[in-house]
């Protein structure tokens, strides 16, 4: 009899690189039905569509599709509400979906600690006084709700290096390590962007305040020759344009088409985050582009310096400029980057994913 796998994800409203992993996860269990809080079509990416996705109760309002911060108060109770009924639940979490319960046995992925837990300093470095106050009165209940779910996992798996030594250090849990996959379709189709001309610099983000867009764009528009596309959507999106000018372009939502053009024809991509993993370095790669990268996180799993790319210190306008001088004026070899991004392949992912549900199952 074949084992029922299910997998639980904290919400599937927006584009990222946790819903790239969702997935490659689907790639390797495409019959499992993938639990979440709030599910927006329209705002993340179409693959979920043929799929077996099942909400919550939450997803019955749709101001909190739109903006699944509103529905901070009560996701953690809501997941403590769901039970998932299957041989293995693998659950895709940043601080939510880990507090489902099973009868089976319970994997969490951990994309990192919740970070407006633990991060609060980077997480919330914009945000108003009276969020930051609200936010710090509930803490210490999300703080013991948060340890509880996570101890109720039969393993933990990290996506990267510094993940796994925060999971160490918050939840005394010894995590595996698992890579995510670099999924982008090289060969597939691209859609130039209209009005951008080939040789530009490439920001993908989420518009929030520790992925530090601010940075990259003072850095760029100090700097009359060069040019900056950035892709992504966030709360940071107002402020981010009243910063930016002439020479940068804030282009929102790309298509996957689009995307692919924009990696195909930059002339390297630049990020100034604090990511705990981070794909777009290797998306960046995959088509032979180098990055320039804050020296932090998961970058250092993700990105070979000289190699692959630059590191600069600090999320400093400065430290980045001086990087970006310097990706300009080395000689990188494409085939060497691509050669890098092939090791993070999804056929890789897939296989070690199954091998850990196989194991767990082996001994429960």
Not at 101 to 111: A, E, F, L, P, R
Not at 237 to 256: F, T, Y
Not at 310 to 338: G, K, S, Y
């Amino acid at each position: 009899m074949t084992a029922q796998v299910a997998l639980a994800h904290d919400y599937l409203t927006q584009r990222g690189g946790a819903e790239r992993v969702v997935l490659s996860m689907l790639t390797a269990f495409p019959e499992a039905a993938l639990h979440t809080s709030l599910y927006a079509p329209e705002r993340t990416f179409p693959a979920f569509s043929g799929h077996d996705v099942r909400t919550l109760g939450l997803d019955r309002f749709p101001f909190l599709r739109t903006d699944h911060r509103r529905a901070l108060p009560v996701l953690a109770p809501a997941f403590s509400r769901l039970h998932v009924a299957a041989d293995v639940v693998v659950c895709s979490s940043s601080g939510w979906a880990h507090g489902l319960s099973t009868d089976g046995v319970k994997i969490v992925y951990c994309h990192t600690p919740a970070r407006w837990l633990y991060q609060r300093d980077h997480y919330l470095r914009t945000s108003s006084r009276l969020t930051r106050a609200t936010l710090a009165s509930v803490t210490p209940w999300l703080q013991s709700w948060d340890r509880r779910a996570a101890a109720t996992a039969g393993r933990y798996l990290a996506n990267s290096t510094v993940v796994r030594d925060r999971i160490g250090e918050i939840y005394g849990i010894e995590a595996t390590l698992v890579p995510p996959p670099q999924t982008v379709d090289v060969d597939g189709t691209r859609e130039a962007v209209d009005g951008v001309e080939p040789g530009f610099l490439l920001c993908v983000s989420r518009l929030l305040p520790y992925k530090h867009v601010d940075t990259v764009i003072s850095a760029v528009a100090a700097r009359k020759q060069q040019r900056l596309v950035v892709v992504g959507t966030g709360p940071e999106l107002g402020r981010l344009e009243a910063l930016a000018g002439p020479s940068i372009r804030l282009l929102g939502v790309a298509s996957e088409p689009q995307l692919r053009w924009l990696y195909a024809n930059c002339q390297g991509l630049v990020t100034s985050a604090y990511e705990d993993y981070g794909l777009a370095p290797l998306e960046a790669a995959a088509f032979g582009k180098p990055t320039v990268a804050l020296r932090w996180g998961g970058f250092l799993d993700t990105v070979v310096e000289g190699l692959t790319g630059i590191f600069f210190d600090q999320p400093e306008p400065a430290r980045v400029a001086d990087a970006l001088d310097e990706l300009t004026l080395r000689h990188w070899n494409p085939a060497a980057i691509r050669a890098h991004a092939e090791r993070f392949g999804e056929p890789r992912f897939v296989e070690r994913l199954r091998s850990i549900v196989a194991e767990e199952l082996a001994v429960a």
